[in-house]
């Protein structure tokens, strides 16, 4: 996946069949689904794959139990049976992982045990295995940092676990392996319409070089997330609120804090919200919240209401009580929620289901959804441009469709670091022996080596600091403070390879560490 190559394509390609802006979950599955299917397709992201909420996640797989308590059972079900098949297509990424509740009364422990056996018959040939009903000293055993005192017993159920913005990258790839081009840091600025006043194509700036493209399709689809409103406006000619944006922050720990394989779950916090705590790359990532933001960011910045709330909540049900001295990352996603039809709705009962909207001037608006459904939400986009007669019928073929990298992995290969490349390894342990100076790593406290940033260059598309540390080795969600150390280093491997001189380097790391502020508890900013 080479940025050059794919801007040649771009050149030499007169008219695409398919347009898709934006290179997050729904974009980059949109692309795969329709280069796969043989439809001529562009992608264009104005910053970095998977840059917004796409990599801000909790990280989870899942059909969402709390939406089976809202009586949600469709969301849920097509959720699950998305897990199972994104555990077949990404077997490097997602895994079985499995979820503690502990009961702290014999009522809920009551409703939770019927409830998940609900959800374990929703999730029908595709589950992860079947929950069960534990004893407080069974609790105890595979929660060894649970709180305690008032315990009485506890559930345990099965979900998925995963590398969001891993898999946005191997979903790149996987377009490209397809012959789509797809390409970072270009922004569509302005739709081009006919006389008719329909879409035919969109006109975009290569970030980089400042070069000007217009690019004629039959199809284009917005598929931007939280700034769905931004080119709505760029369509429609009387403004309208399209997507409201929620916002769930995570706090991140050394894994004393859960120790062991099994994730916490607590399915209501004193303010109804759900909280995790996941086992994710060696640490513990403890989240989330739901607060409506009014303004969009590409760097949103957790509140000191949400940390608050998360860091309580965690000493409510953990032994060894984490405080804000153990936070080693916090980061904030937004969540792209389809807007409510009546103003003031609180996010919690916003939606979580998408909507696929066609607008006059023929533009197709993805809004709403969520990780674990990407593939089906792309399918039903390029569905819906066939429907209106913009494309040629073919028919879909990503259910069993084999993401880049994918290969099933047990639990002993994934205590090698490298786990998260699958099939790529080979070539990453070929780099360290060809060039051995690409076998020191990034920081002493982390396994992350300098091969792994040659190859987020040259083979992910990788032009940054930020590309790297956040999103391709994801030092910076893991340890903020390592990955300050580590972007000197970084920028100069960077500067090596793709020819920049030390102005580059000085300016590239000034503009990092402006990023990595957002990352760290609020003293530190």
């Known amino acids: 996946m080479n940025r050059s190559e794919q801007l040649s394509k771009l050149q030499n390609t007169e008219k695409w069949d398919v347009i898709i802006i934006g290179g997050g979950a729904s974009g980059l599955g949109t692309a795969v689904d329709a280069a796969s299917r043989g439809y001529k397709t562009v992608l264009f992201e104005a910053v970095d794959f998977a840059k917004g909420t796409s990599s801000r996640s909790t990280k989870l797989v899942h059909g969402g139990v709390r939406y089976l308590e809202q009586g949600n059972v469709h969301l849920v079900r097509e959720a699950l049976k998305e897990r199972g098949l ?16 502990p009961n702290y009364n014999w009522f809920s422990s009551f409703i939770y ?5 609900v959800y374990d018959l929703l999730s029908g040939f595709l589950s992860l295995g079947s929950s069960k009903y ?22 345990i159920y099965h979900d998925g676990q995963f590398d969001d913005s891993r898999l946005a990258i191997n979903l790149a790839q996987t377009a490209v392996e397809k012959d789509a081009c797809v390409l970072n840091y ?14 035919i194509g969109v006109h975009a700036i290569d970030q980089e070089t400042g070069t000007i493209h217009d690019i004629k399709g039959t199809v284009v689809i917005n598929a931007t997330g939280v700034f769905t409103n931004a080119i709505m406006k760029l369509n429609d000619k009387v403004y309208k609120k399209y ?12 894994k004393s804090f859960l120790p062991g394989e099994h994730a916490l779950m607590i399915p209501k916090t004193k303010d109804g919200r759900v909280l995790f705590a996941v086992p994710w790359h060696n640490r513990v990532v403890v989240g989330t919240t739901d607060t409506l933001i009014k303004k969009q960011s590409l760097e949103p910045i957790a509140l000191e209401s949400e940390i608050q709330f998360v860091l309580e909540t965690a000493q409510r049900f953990l032994a060894k009580k984490p405080t804000r001295a153990d936070v080693l990352s916090v980061f904030a996603g937004l969540r792209p929620l389809a807007a409510p039809k009546e103003e003031g709705k609180s996010t919690k009962e916003v939606s979580r289901s998408h909507k696929i909207i066609v607008s006059e001037t023929g533009l197709i608006t993805i809004t709403g959804g969520k990780w674990t459904t990407y ?87 990788a032009r940054t600091v930020d590309d790297i540390l956040a999103r391709r080795v994801r030092l910076l969600f893991l340890d903020a403070r390592a990955a300050v150390e580590a972007s000197e280093k970084t920028a100069r491997v960077i500067a090596k390879e793709l020819g920049h001189d030390e102005n580059w380097i000085t300016k590239e790391i000034a503009d990092y560490k ?3 502020k957002g990352f760290f508890l609020s003293e530190f900013r």
């Open 243 to 254: 997507i409201v944006p929620s916002q769930g922050i995570h706090l991140v720990f050394d």
């Open 375 to 461: 593939r089906k939400m792309a399918e039903e986009i390029i569905d819906k441009a066939i429907s209106k007669g913009k494309l040629l019928h073919k028919p879909c073929i990503t259910e069993h469709l084999a993401i880049h990298g994918n290969k099933p992995t047990t639990s002993t290969d994934r205590e090698n670091h490298l786990y998260i490349y699958g099939s790529d390894i080979p070539k990453i342990l070929e780099l360290q022996e060809n060039e051995p100076e690409l076998k020191e790593k990034l920081h002493p406290d982390h396994e992350f080596t300098m091969a792994e940033v040659v190859w987020a260059v040259r083979n992910e598309m």
């Open 514 to 516: 402006a990023i990595s």
């Open 134 to 155: 534990l004893s407080k000293k069974k609790t105890i055993e595979m929660l060894p940092n649970v709180e305690e005192s008032g315990l009485v017993n506890g559930v």
């Open 186 to 199: 270009v922004k569509v600025v302005n739709l081009l319409k006919d006389d008719r006043n329909q879409i």
């Open 86 to 101: 994104l555990a077949q297509n990404a077997g490097h990424l997602v895994k079985n992982q499995s979820f503690v509740i």
């Open 113 to 117: 045990t019927i409830g998940l056996k």
